[in-house]
């Protein structure tokens, strides 16, 4: 049972590249979420997904796309990054967005756009 | 004003020592509260959730006094594997369940 996971580990980007992360979950969760993590900003949400086919706008949103491509896997795109793209990117999932709503939590993206 | 907000710190205490966060939350429509704790350069894990009445998981204790909308995390018996950051979280379950985190207290527990 791996939990959450996200690939790449580590990206570099130069301005104006495009990438897409990858996060996928087995613990057949509903709800899945993706943040950024900038110093002394603490995690803010981009985007999340309350259950598949559904998408809807965190916080941040602007300069990202995601699919929810099934129950497991959501993915984020930047279509054309930015330096103020740099941070680090957390997958979390969710087993629904109630109010008991514990987030599981993949070990993190980091990425730099140069 | 940020919707979650904590004391960044860091808090460097030595070995068993007992040390209390604080937290405070802005919307009043936060539904539920949770501590995670995330180390250095790791994904955050859920420490403990908070409940009305408090409760208390070994040497940790959580409170909440929804009139103040205040949260707090007190470790007795501090230990060096205690050394992290611990996020104050709030539950906003009329915005689909979205949390919204706090920037972190930062916690070096020394010998």
């Known amino acids: 049972n791996a939990g959450v996971t996200q690939t790449p580990k580590f990206q570099v980007l130069k301005t104006g590249q495009s990438m897409t992360l990858q996060c996928a979950q087995d613990?057949?969760?509903?709800?899945m979420y993706w943040y950024r993590q900038d110093p002394g900003m603490g995690l803010r949400l981009i985007y999340y997904?309350?259950?598949?086919?559904?998408?809807d706008k965190g916080e941040v949103p602007n300069g990202y796309n995601v699919s929810r491509l099934n129950k497991r896997e959501f993915s984020l795109r930047l279509e054309s990054a930015a330096p103020s793209q740099t941070s680090v990117y957390f997958c979390?999932?969710?087993?629904?967005?109630?109010?008991?709503?514990?987030?599981?939590f993949g070990p993190g993206t980091r990425l730099t756009v140069l | 004003r940020k919707e979650v907000e904590q004391d960044p710190g860091p808090f460097n205490v030595p070995e068993g020592a007992t040390v209390a966060f604080n937290c405070t939350y802005s919307n009043s429509a936060s539904q539920s509260f949770f501590w995670y704790r995330q180390d250095c350069r790791k994904e955050p894990k859920l420490l403990m959730s908070v409940y009305s009445s408090g409760n208390e998981d070994g040497r940790f204790t959580a409170q909440l006094n929804r009139a103040s909308q205040y949260i707090s995390l007190l470790i007795r018996d501090s230990k060096l594997s205690d050394s992290a950051t611990y996020l104050c979280?709030?539950?906003?379950?009329?915005?689909?369940?979205?949390?919204?985190f706090g920037q972190g207290t930062e916690l070096s527990v020394k010998p």
């Open positions: 997904s309350a259950s598949e086919g559904t998408t």
């Open positions: 979390a999932s969710s087993a629904s967005g109630g109010a008991i709503n514990t987030q599981y």
């Open positions: 979280v709030v539950n906003l379950y009329n915005q689909g369940g979205k949390l919204i």
């Open positions: 613990m057949n969760h509903n709800s």
